[in-house]
C-alpha cells in the first residue's frame, strides 16, 4: 500500500547556509524508491507517495540520504495526510479570521506533555499564545515570528531537549494538507 507523506526538513537554505536545492531534494528522494516527489517553496518541505517504512524510518532515511548526499547532516520529520489534516483541523484559535503570518505550527518528532512548558509564565507574552496538540504546538503571534517573544523562548534547546521540532507557517500547514491529500 502507498501512503502519501510531508517530510519537513529543519533548518535548511536559512540564512544562506545549509543549501539543499529542491531539484536535487526532489531527486534524492526519487532516488529513494519514492514516487510523486514533489517540494513547496525552498524551506524544506517535500511530499512524497511511498510503499515501504513508516514515519520514524522514513524521516532517518531521509536524513541519512541528505547528510551523505550535501555533507551536513539535517533533523526530519515525516508525517502522513491523515495527521497533517488532523493537525489543521484540530487548531484551537480562528485560523480562518487571522492572517496566515500570525498562526504557526510546530511538529514534534514524539509527543510532548504540558509539563515541559511548566516554567513559561504564559500571561507575560499575552496576546500572544500557544496550545499543545498531537505531536504538535499552535503558536498565535499576532506580530509574526520573528517579532514573537514567545516563540523566541519555545525555541530554547532546554524546552526542546529530546525531540525534534520545526515550526512552519499556517499557510505551509494548509498546503501540506492539500499535496498530501491529492
Not at 506580530?143 to 516563540?151: D, I, V, W, Y
Not at 519555545?154 to 525534534?164: A, C, E, T
Not at 499557510?171 to 491529500?181: A, P, Q, R, S, W
Given at each position: 500500500m502507498t501512503t502519501t507523506y510531508a517530510a519537513l526538513l529543519r533548518g535548511i537554505n536559512v540564512g544562506g547556509s545549509r543549501k539543499v536545492p529542491m531539484a536535487d531534494l526532489r531527486t534524492l528522494l526519487t532516488g529513494l524508491g519514492h514516487e510523486d516527489v514533489r517540494t513547496y517553496l525552498q524551506s524544506g518541505q517535500a511530499v512524497f507517495a511511498s510503499g515501504h517504512g513508516d514515519e520514524e524510518s522514513l524521516a532517518a532515511e531521509i536524513g541519512h540520504a541528505v547528510e551523505k548526499h550535501f555533507g551536513f547532516g539535517v533533523d526530519v520529520i515525516v508525517r502522513d495526510h491523515a495527521y497533517l489534516k488532523a493537525i489543521a483541523d484540530a487548531c484551537p484559535f480562528p485560523a480562518a479570521d487571522l492572517e496566515p503570518k500570525q498562526l504557526h505550527v510546530t511538529y514534534f518528532s514524539a509527543p510532548v506533555t504540558p509539563e515541559r512548558f511548566a516554567e513559561i509564565d504564559e500571561s507575560a507574552y499575552l496576546p500572544e499564545e500557544f496550545r499543545l496538540g498531537d505531536r504538535a504546538l499552535y503558536l498565535y503571534a499576532p506580530?509574526?515570528?520573528?517579532?514573537?517573544?514567545?516563540?523566541?523562548?519555545?525555541?530554547?534547546?532546554?524546552?526542546?531537549?529530546?525531540?525534534?521540532?520545526?515550526?512552519?507557517?499556517?499557510?505551509?500547514?494548509?498546503?501540506?494538507?492539500?499535496?498530501?491529500?491529492?
Open positions: 506580530n509574526g515570528l520573528g517579532r514573537s517573544k514567545l516563540a523566541e523562548h519555545l525555541s530554547k534547546p532546554r524546552i526542546n531537549k529530546g525531540v525534534i521540532a520545526t515550526t512552519r507557517n499556517w499557510n505551509t500547514v494548509v498546503k501540506l494538507v492539500e499535496l498530501t491529500g491529492a
